[in-house]
């Protein structure tokens, strides 16, 4: 099961220094039964496409809780065996989660399939959007307008021998 997890430039080069993207459990996403209904398509590429979204948004909220760490979105794509990632019984269909999976075991880094991450233009734009998203949950529409501004930055795609310069830039 191909599943994204969000992260932050400093997430990531900590995971390149333990070679380890979680010990588990942890958060990540993935085309599931919710995220299809959500989503409305049986097009496998535009499903993986909105989780990779669902997992830039959950970056987004990590780097609002990360004053420090460089106002980049970062999604690692991982293959995990079946069995790996479950859907949380809790969680279900919640709407504010769709294709949220948990991990329940360590995912070695080099398990990755591809890095994704905002480019440096992106900066401004995701720094306004994760300081207005508490705004925006609470339902001020203008700020949610600003959370939605990052989602016109496409992240961009990195193999994985190219984490070492990412980090380099963010860590």
Do not use: C
């Amino acid at each position: 099961m191909r599943v994204y997890v969000p992260l932050t430039l400093p997430a990531l080069a900590e995971a390149h220094k333990t070679g380890e993207l979680g010990s588990g459990p942890f958060v990540a996403y993935a085309v599931t039964p919710a995220l299809r209904e959500w989503y409305v398509s049986e097009d496998v590429e535009e499903l993986e496409y909105a989780a990779l979204g669902q997992a830039a948004l959950a970056s987004l909220r990590r780097l609002a809780a990360d004053p420090g760490a460089a106002r980049r979105r970062v999604v690692v794509a991982v293959d995990v065996p079946d069995g790996a990632a479950s859907v949380g019984q809790d969680r279900g269909p919640e709407p504010s989660a769709p294709g949220e999976v948990t991990v329940v075991s360590g995912v070695p880094l080099a398990k990755a399939a591809a890095v994704h991450v905002d480019a440096d233009d992106a900066e401004q734009d995701v720094a306004a959007a994760a300081q207005a998203l508490a705004a925006a949950d609470g339902g001020d529409d203008d700020a949610q307008s600003v959370v939605d501004g990052a989602d016109d930055h496409e992240l961009l795609w990195y193999a994985t021998q190219e984490i070492p310069n990412l980090v380099g830039q963010g860590a």
